[in-house]
């Protein structure tokens, strides 16, 4: 990459810092990047009016229990299983860990069967389904190793009783779950970085692709909002009811909340 | 007036008895502990809920 003190505005492109840096890698990941996702739709300000209503609120209410698992599961790898055993404060945050983790899995339930019963992959929105269901299987992974790692009697249960289960699948050579070494280093290494990939990944497709709207109730109700497979919000009748190519975008007869 | 964890926790933990064997529904080959069975039914009504209840739109919605 050229560097170079210039900082003039190219015709080609206005980001690069000259004209001739616009053929470069960076400079075409940069347009891509900024074309898929201005920073306006990356974070936007208002949302489609069909997004009022509470059962659009459990995807964020899983990502804030998300943050609060891993911001006390940061906090038990620092002081170690001996403190959330015995002390008053680490037994505080053990539960805090426990407590979010429920939170974390009943609104992304919620969610799963809110997006289910919506059929959220509508609209080119396959990949967003596939990830959150991914992400889903790889929570249920992070919870049970976590439930391994406790260091009490409840994690030996556990993983006698898990270990004939994995070894009845062949998997028992490779995932030892009577192995805390192992599954504590799965559970706080390498499923939580799924998890967070996943996530991000997840998020990024939904400020791509929009959020999906409701069915469009029977009958040409002009409050009907759908999408069609190429992801252009129609009316009832099916027929295209705005020029919008991007569902992520807000459309201007669906109203906004703010 | 102090009032120590000790004596909030011993109050919250008087409210459900945890100190013994857990609770299980038998249905046929099914078998759920009554803790995750509350759940799941407080996760149905919660979704049924979050579906009826109006949701407070902000001044500026249009929609």
């Known amino acids: 990459m050229t560097v170079d003190t210039h900082t003039g505005a190219s015709p080609v492109d206005p980001s690069a810092d000259r004209p001739e840096d616009a053929d470069q890698w960076s400079a075409r990941l940069r347009r891509t990047a900024v074309e898929a996702l201005p920073p306006q739709k990356l974070l936007p300000d208002r949302q489609p009016a069909y997004v009022a209503s509470w059962i659009y609120v459990f995807g964020v209410l899983t990502l804030a229990a998300l943050v609060v698992v891993i911001a006390t599961g940061c906090v038990l790898a620092i002081f170690g299983p001996t403190w959330w055993h015995v002390s008053t404060v680490g037994l505080f945050v053990n539960s805090l860990h426990l407590w979010s983790v429920e939170v974390f899995f009943f609104c992304m339930v919620i969610h799963l069967w809110g997006k289910f019963f919506m059929a959220a992959w509508r609209g080119r929105r396959r990949a967003t389904w596939i990830t959150g269901v991914v992400c889903f299987v790889v929570s249920v992974g992070a919870a049970f190793t976590g439930y391994l790692s406790q260091q009490n009697f409840d994690s030996q249960w556990i993983s006698t009783q898990a270990k004939d289960g994995i070894n009845s699948t062949g998997a028992g050579a490779v995932f030892n779950v009577t192995n805390f070494g192992q599954m504590i280093m799965w559970h706080i290494m390498l499923l939580p970085l799924c998890i967070v990939v996943l996530v991000g990944i997840h998020v990024l497709l939904v400020r791509l692709r929009g959020v999906v709207p409701p069915f469009a109730p029977p009958g040409d109700s002009p409050g009907g909002i759908s999408e069609n497979d190429a992801g252009h919000l129609v009316g009832a009748t099916g027929r295209a009811t705005a020029t919008d190519t991007n569902p992520g975008a807000v459309r201007p007869d669906a109203g906004t909340v703010s | ?63």
């Open chain 2, 1 to 63: 007036m102090q009032i120590s964890i000790t004596t909030i926790g011993a109050l919250f933990g008087s409210l459900i008895n945890l100190n013994g064997n857990g609770h299980y529904v038998h249905w046929g080959f099914i078998q759920i502990s009554v803790a995750n069975l509350v759940v799941i039914a407080l996760m149905v009504v919660v979704f049924i809920a979050a579906i009826l209840i109006p949701f407070r739109r902000h001044g500026g919605g249009e929609g």
